[in-house]
C-alpha cells in the first residue's frame, strides 16, 4: 500500500522533473522513477481539444436532444378555459371561444370521416360535405368534391355489404350514383378539363372495385343479397354518349334507376307478409294473454313485419329520390349537346 509520505515524494519529484530542477535518472527508487515516467508520458500524449468544427457538432447534439414536447390536446383546453375566466374585453373573449368551437369542429370532422349511417357524427359527415360543396364557387371544383362524396358513399356501401347490412348498403349505392350524375352534370361547361377524365377513370375503376368485391360476397349465403347490390353497380355498360359527361352520366342514371327496382321489389316482398293484429280485449279473457295491474289485457308487441314493411318504404323512398335526381342531372348533360 502507498503512504502518504510516498504520495508527497512522488509528487515533489514529478514536480522537480517536469519544471527542471532535477533529471529523471537521479531518482535511485525504481518504482518512483517509473511511476514518474509514466506520469510525465501521460501528460505528454494526453488528447488534444477538440478543434471548433467538433464543438459544434457536440453542441447540435445535446441541443437536439432538449428539444422541448409540444402540448397535448388536455394542455391547449386548460389554456383555453383559462383565458375565458380571465378579465377581458368581450371581443378577446368571443375570438378564443370561436378559436376553440373551430378546433373542436375540425376534430369532430376529422373522428366522422370513417363513420357509417346511424353513427353518433354521421350527421357530422354528412354537413362537412354539404358545406364543401357550398363552398365551392367553380364546376371544376363542385365535380372534384362530387367525386369524394361519391367515394365516401361507395365507400360506405362496400363495409355496410360486408357486414350485412343490405338496406343500408341499398341506399348508400343509391346516393354514390347521384353524386357521380351530379358531378358529370357539374362538367358541362368545362367538358375538356382534366377533371372530365378524372371522373371517367374513377368511374370505371370504382365500378370494377365493386364488381370484385360483390363476387367475393356472392359465395356466402348470408352477404349474397348485398353482393347483388354492389353487382347491379358494377352490371351496367358504359353509355353511349358524345362527352365524357355525358356517358357517365347516363350510365350513373342507370344504375341508380336499377337500385330502385330493387328497393322496390323489396318493398314489395315486405309487404306481401301478412302482419299479425293484437289480440283483442275478449280473446285475451279466454286465453293465457298477460293482463295488467289493472285487470285489462296487455297490447302485444307491434309485429316485426310491420317495422320491416316501414323500413322498406323508408328505404324505397330515399333510393327512388337518388334515382330521380340521377336522371335530372343526366337530362341536363345530355341537353348540353
Known sequence: MVGKDTLNELDGLLDDVARGRRRLDSIHDAKLREAVRTALRIHQTGAAAPDDY?????????????????????????????????????????????ALLVVVGMGATVAAADTLPDDLLYPVKLASEQVRLALATAPDDRASVEISIAEHRLSEAERLAVSGRTSDALVASAMYSQHVASAAAELVPSEASGVALQLESTFTNQRDRAGVLADTLSTNAQSAPAAQILATIAKPSVAPGVTIAERVAVTAAGVAEDLASVAEKDADAVATVTPRTNVPTSTARATNTPRSTSGAAVRTEAPRSTTDSKKANQVLQTVRKAADEAKVAADKVKSHK
Open 54 to 98: 467538433a464543438r459544434l457538432r457536440m453542441r447540435a447534439r445535446v441541443l437536439s436532444r432538449l428539444d422541448p414536447k409540444g402540448p397535448s390536446f388536455l394542455d391547449n383546453a386548460w389554456i383555453a378555459l383559462d383565458m375565458l375566466s380571465r378579465p377581458a374585453p368581450y371581443i378577446v373573449r368571443g375570438i378564443a371561444l370561436s
